[in-house]
């Protein structure tokens, strides 16, 4: 049994340490394959967003093993969601055992830990992202940002030993480190700008269309005649779920959801298809009590369509109709509204975890 223990903070181990001007190899001594898979993807997949990365990009292992300082000056500015991070954890390992998947709430632990003399056997997100250079920034309830950090969707494994890297494939079954996903990266003015128009429309917005779903008890809401949008809940043993419109009742449906729960969170996807997912005409707000309001424009429905400067009149209109709109409901229970994450994907699915408030229990 190898006595060794778990060096973290730097993750470095130097094999050509006999000559101080090598680059160093990077070695991970973490014993708990969950965390060792976590800080190789975190370390290989993501790097600081510096000025000079138009042409190659490093990772944070790269610049670890350079023996390269960075400083705030040499970093772009730019800001992605912690969501989109934690896509590509959950991308890369979608394969894998459960067992080898770390839950949301530690997933959390790692991103927002700070290291101190008790922790010192679990790496962090501050190991390789240091909180001075890649402080973590939110807009209003929505979204999480971490500042200055790039993604590598085909990252350069030379930096790391052989048996690391060797591991990390054995545990993944993968062969290959290129992955064909893109990561949204939002410049740090367009997030101003997002919170603004955000304000506007809380003063200004009458959505045009609303769908409410009250999961505690059964409910039937429906928006008005323009949107052509209506929902129905039917009791069951979990809750009411709303249920999809009939093809004779018109528009493609916003705002079908579904909702999950484990122990310690809620899962929700909501369907909102042909709706514009820019920052700022999108918001996805949760409060305390469960609440969930989501707030948007359609883009769909229109009676003419000019494309490539031609001009289609539509035959038929069973998309949402243009405009502003709402969706709102509650979740079965309180949460943390300063837990959530969530992701708009292109396929126009609203996905989104949020930690649950659980209630402590007295002895």
């Given at each position: 049994m190898s006595d060794t223990k778990c060096e973290v903070v730097s993750a470095l181990v130097a094999e050509n340490s006999q000559e101080q001007d090598e680059s160093l190899l990077i070695s991970l001594d973490i014993e708990d394959d969950k965390l060792f898979l976590l800080h190789f993807i975190i370390g290989t997949y993501f790097g600081p967003d510096l000025r000079t990365h138009k042409l190659i990009k490093q990772s944070a292992f790269q610049i670890q093993a350079s023996k390269k300082n960075v400083v705030a000056d040499e970093l772009s500015g730019s800001l992605m969601k912690r969501a989109e991070v934690e896509r590509v954890y959950y991308h890369i390992?979608?394969?894998?055992d459960q067992s080898l998947i770390i839950l949301p709430r530690?997933?959390?632990y790692y991103f927002n830990g700070k290291r101190n003399g008790s922790n010192g056997d679990c790496p962090l997100f501050v190991d390789l992202y240091p909180q001075k250079l890649h402080p973590?920034?939110?807009v209003g309830n929505r979204y999480k940002f971490i500042k200055s950090i790039v993604f590598i969707n085909d990252p350069d494994t030379?930096?790391?030993r052989?048996?690391?890297v060797e591991r990390f494939k054995q545990l993944t079954g993968l062969d290959s480190f290129a992955l064909s996903l893109s990561v949204e990266v939002t410049e740090s003015n367009s997030v101003v700008e997002a919170n603004e128009v955000e304000d506007k429309m809380d003063e200004s917005l009458e959505p045009l269309k609303e769908i409410e779903h009250v999961l505690e008890v059964p409910t039937?809401?429906?928006?008005?005649?323009k949107a052509g949008i209506c929902t129905s809940g039917e009791e069951s043993?979990?809750?009411?779920?709303?249920?999809?419109i009939s093809e004779d009742e018109g528009e493609l449906m916003v705002g079908l959801m579904d909702i999950g729960e484990c122990d310690d969170a809620y899962l929700f996807r909501v369907a909102l298809p042909g709706v514009k997912r820019d920052e700022k005409y999108f918001s996805c707000a949760v409060e305390d009590n469960g609440k969930v309001l989501i707030r948007g424009v359609t883009t769909t429905g229109e009676k003419r369509v000019q494309r490539y400067s031609q001009l289609f009149e539509m035959q038929t209109q069973n998309l949402c109709l243009p405009g502003h709109f709402s969706v709102s409901f509650r979740l079965p229970g309180p949460v943390h509204p300063e837990d959530f994450s969530g992701n708009f994907g292109t396929d126009g699915i609203l996905e989104?975890?949020?930690?649950?408030k659980l209630q402590k229990q007295t002895v």
């Open positions: 390992l979608r394969n894998v530690k997933l959390r973590e920034t939110r030379s930096c790391m052989k048996d690391c039937t809401c429906d928006g008005n005649d043993d979990v809750a009411a779920k709303p249920e999809a989104a975890i949020v930690m649950k």
